[in-house]
C-alpha cells in the first residue's frame, strides 16, 4: 500500500510541475503579446506594412489560448488525483 500511496504522490507532484511549467509559458507568452502589439500599432499608426506582425501575434494569442486549455486540464487532473487521494480506500 505504500508503493501505491508513493506512486499517487509522485503523479501529483508531476502534475504540479506541469502546471508551474503552464504558468510560465503563459506569463511569457503575455509579455511577448503586449510587445507584438506595440509592433502592430507603430505599423499601422505609420502607414507601414503590418501583415507579417499581425499574423505573429495572432500566433502567439492561439498558442496563449493553447496553454491555457492545457493548464485547465493539467489542474483538472490534479484536482481529481488529489480528490481520489483523499477518498477512503474502501471507497476507491
Known sequence: ???????????????????????????????????????????????????MAESLLHALEESLGAFEKHRQLVLDQLKRRRMAYEMPVCLR
Open 1 to 51: 500500500m505504500l508503493e501505491v500511496d508513493a506512486r499517487r504522490e509522485l503523479i501529483i507532484v508531476n502534475r504540479h510541475d506541469d502546471s508551474i511549467q503552464a504558468n510560465g509559458h503563459i506569463a511569457k507568452l503575455k509579455v511577448q503579446i503586449v510587445r507584438r502589439r506595440v509592433i502592430v500599432k507603430y505599423a499601422l499608426d505609420t502607414a507601414q506594412p503590418s501583415e
